[in-house]
Nanobody
């Protein structure tokens, strides 16, 4: 299983960007999917997560500005980011919990995509 992220880029403060991430390969069941971010000199932190059933949770710093969604048949997760702030600048990583045919769970990570918000 591989996670391929796309999107991101450079935007001015107040603007919008979106990122997406698709799970490919020998996918059986994808449970939770999520987005994390890591700014220079900081630890990786949760941005948003969505369950297989569609329940979502967000970090307080992005609530009301970011929206996570997923396309289950395509094993793809999206993050729409609005009202971006310079402090949102980071490398964004997608994650997915994969459940194999035998029930074994494994968490996979995407390669990371840069989001830069200029002031």
């Amino acid at each position: 299983v591989q996670l391929q992220a796309s999107g991101g880029g450079l935007v001015q403060a107040g603007g919008s960007l979106s990122v997406s991430c698709a799970a490919t390969g020998r996918v059986f069941i994808i449970n939770d999917m999520g987005w994390y971010r890591q700014a220079p000199g900081k630890q990786r932190e949760l941005v948003a997560r969505i369950t297989r059933g569609g329940d979502t949770n967000y970090s307080d710093s992005v609530k009301g500005r970011f929206t996570i969604s997923r396309d289950k048949p395509r094993n793809t997760v999206y993050l729409q980011m609005n009202s971006l702030k310079p402090e949102d600048t980071a490398v964004y990583y997608c994650s997915a919990e994969h459940q194999a045919w035998n029930g074994v769970l494994h968490n996979y990570w995407g390669q990371g995509t840069q989001v830069t918000v200029s002031s």
